[in-house]
């Protein structure tokens, strides 16, 4: 697969970035989220320097992944489990079924 250079805007700065081609459109959306959500965050916290800018966007999209994968986890948990408690429990009905 051949790679395609793409130029995105970051904090003002423009940038190219070779990305798979086919890919462009998911790389440019990805950008343009953490290009706002440098804005937003530095609105917030009235911080101006690109560098820590940079490391505190980094942690909070750490931190969303992590909440995000714990939370998958425990749903696939729950899933597992109600599918092992149907399972016991088509297994004791077939149990109880008369032989023929």
Same mark, same amino acid.
């Given at each position: ?40 965050? @530095? =609105? #917030?916290?009235?911080?101006? %320097?690109?560098?820590?800018? *940079?490391?505190?966007?980094g942690l909070?999209?750490?931190?969303? &992944?992590? @909440? =995000? #994968?714990?939370?998958?986890? %425990?749903?696939?948990?729950? *899933?597992?489990?109600r599918i ?5 429990? &088509? ?10």
């Amino acid at each position: 697969m051949s790679n395609q250079a793409v130029e995105i805007k970051i904090l003002g700065r423009t940038l190219k970035v070779n990305c798979p081609t086919g890919q462009e459109a998911a790389l440019i959306a990805a950008a343009e989220d953490f290009d706002q959500r440098l804005q937003n965050l @530095s =609105e #917030r916290t009235k911080v101006s %320097n690109p560098e820590q800018l *940079l490391m505190f966007a980094g942690l909070n999209i750490c931190s969303e &992944l992590h @909440s =995000e #994968r714990r939370e998958k986890d %425990n749903k696939a948990d729950d *899933l597992s489990n109600r599918i092992s408690q149907l399972a016991e429990t &088509l297994d004791k009905a077939l149990q109880n079924q008369p032989k023929r």
